[in-house]
T-cell receptor, first 118, second 111 residues
Framework: DGGITQSPKYLFRKEGQNVTLSCEQN?????MYWYRQDPGQGLRLIYY???????QKGDIAEGYSVSREKKESFPLTVTSAQKNPTAFYLC?????????????????FGPGTRLTVT | QKEVEQDPGPLSVPEGAIVSLNCTYS??????FMWYRQYSRKGPELLMY????GNKEDGRFTAQVDKSSKYISLFIRDSQPSDSATYLC???????????FGTGTSLTVIP
């Protein structure tokens, strides 16, 4: 089955520790995204990547880092510099809208990782 | 001004009712319009997407886009308790790198 997997589902960390969230997709999508979701604030874009070895900051990139070494994988590291890391993190993918193709550019989401930092 | 505005609700309706969920957007360049359903503690699930103006129907769900007024709607007919969730609208241009989301409307369908 094609889709996006995120692991782990729940993650607990002590303050001051870096933590890496996994995201893998087998949809053959070029573009991948990381969002943070907090109650009442909707989805906020952290980072996105259109191609391997390239990525751009979103609206709230401070305290986060990413890598895109493979088309299928887009891990997110929450660093100790992130002031309020406790949140629900969502990974998504889509065809690359800027590729000029004729397909739809809808975005598909993974099941999410709930991170709690104490 | 936000790219997409959505009434957060909450919205509570009896089973069998017709539900209307709405969003407005600011940029006339947006051409792709999506609706997602999100159950508590789960990732958003794509329900429908439409390109440009018009209606699209899928079972009990109808998505409607009015580009002249920059208004998008999702109608749910014969609503069921299993429809209870948060509904998110999203927009994108045909070449844009970012998707813009509404904050979501919480819907409860009462048996």
């Amino acid at each position: 089955d094609g889709g996006i997997t995120q692991s782990p589902k729940y993650l607990f960390r002590k303050e001051g520790q870096n933590v890496t969230l996994s995201c893998e997709q087998n949809l053959n999508h070029d573009a991948m995204y990381w969002y943070r979701q907090d109650p009442g604030q909707g989805l906020r874009l952290i980072y996105y990547s259109q191609i391997v070895n390239d990525f751009q900051k979103g609206d709230i990139a401070e305290g986060y880092s990413v890598s895109r070494e493979k088309k299928e994988s887009f891990p997110l590291t929450v660093t100790s510099a992130q002031k309020n890391p406790t949140a629900f993190y969502l990974c998504a993918s889509s065809m690359d809208p800027s590729s000029g193709g004729a397909g739809g550019y809808e975005q598909y989401f993974g099941p999410g990782t709930r991170l709690t930092v104490t | 001004q936000k790219e997409v505005e959505q009434d957060p609700g909450p919205l509570s309706v009896p089973e069998g009712a017709i539900v209307s969920l709405n969003c407005t957007y600011s940029n006339s360049a947006f051409q792709y319009f999506m609706w997602y359903r999100q159950y508590s503690r789960k990732g958003p699930e794509l329900l429908m997407y439409t390109y440009s103006s018009g209606n699209k129907e899928d079972g009990r769900f109808t998505a409607q886009v009015d580009k002249s007024s920059k208004y998008i709607s999702l109608f749910i007919r014969d609503s069921q308790p299993s429809d209870s969730a948060t509904y998110l609208c999203a927009v994108n241009t045909s070449t844009g790198n970012q998707f813009y989301f509404g904050t979501g409307t919480s819907l409860t369908v009462i048996p």
